[in-house]
């Protein structure tokens, strides 16, 4: 549950920028110089493939073992359906740098990144289309429910929510202008965490509600 964490040795070098497990054992990491890390005994050991020729990786996300998404700059996204053995460029129809992606399913995902850019997809990520955020600075991470249920996290304390699939984003007020990076959803409840030791709690109807329970 959290009250005890054991080491884990990586074997690389390079900064690790994203972590994605489909269960207890079965997990990837995204380090810095374009490697994907893999491991299948809960992070005893791990392997690392390049990925293809591609602007630097910023985010990654899976669905089961076999689906996942890899964001970076330039708008990149890259996509397996494979386990990784293989990879296909997407066209996001952006050069906007982009740094969170989620998927719910096969086929409905968001990818988030500078300039407030939220996009959207029901296809797989064949077709991807720009949302209105509201924002013109960065959205570092996103993270879904279901194809309604949505948030994204970024830049001066930043949450925004969709219970409409992101025909309106709106936001949540955080009490903090710390920059959010990460974000983390089960059922009605989140966390979210940032700079300078921020932690928040998001509950309540919709979860709506935010409430701060760290600043160091």
């Not at 700059?73 to 397996?80: A, P, R, V």
């Not at 219970?163 to 007020?173: E, K, S, V, Y």
Request: negative net charge; proline residues 5%; hydrophobic residues 40%.
């Amino acid at each position: 549950g959290g009250l005890t964490w054991e080491p884990r040795q990586a074997g690389t070098d390079p900064d690790l920028l994203a972590i994605s497990f489909v269960d207890a054992a079965d997990g990837w990491i995204l380090a810095e110089n374009g490697f994907i890390g893999q491991t299948r005994d809960a992070g005893e050991t791990w392997s690392f493939r390049p990925l293809p020729n591609a602007p630097p990786a910023l985010g990654l996300t899976r669905f089961g073992a076999r689906l996942a998404w890899i964001v970076g700059e330039s708008g990149s996204i890259l996509h397996t359906a494979d386990g990784g053995e293989t990879w296909q460029r997407q066209e996001s129809g952006t050069q906007v740098p982009l740094h969170g992606i989620t998927f719910v399913d096969p086929h409905h995902g968001w990818a988030v990144g500078d300039a407030g850019l939220i996009l959207s997809t029901t296809d797989g990520g064949q077709i991807w289309q720009v949302q209105i955020s509201g924002l013109r600075h960065r959205l570092t991470a996103v993270q879904a429910l279901d194809p309604k249920r949505a948030w994204t996290v970024g830049l001066f304390g930043t949450i925004l929510g969709t219970t409409d699939g992101g025909n309106r984003w709106l936001p949540a007020r955080t009490g903090t202008a710390a920059s959010l990076l990460a974000l983390s959803l089960r059922g009605r409840h989140g966390w979210v965490a940032g700079v300078d030791g921020a932690i928040l709690r998001l509950g309540g109807a919709g979860a709506g509600e935010v409430e701060t329970l760290l600043r160091w």
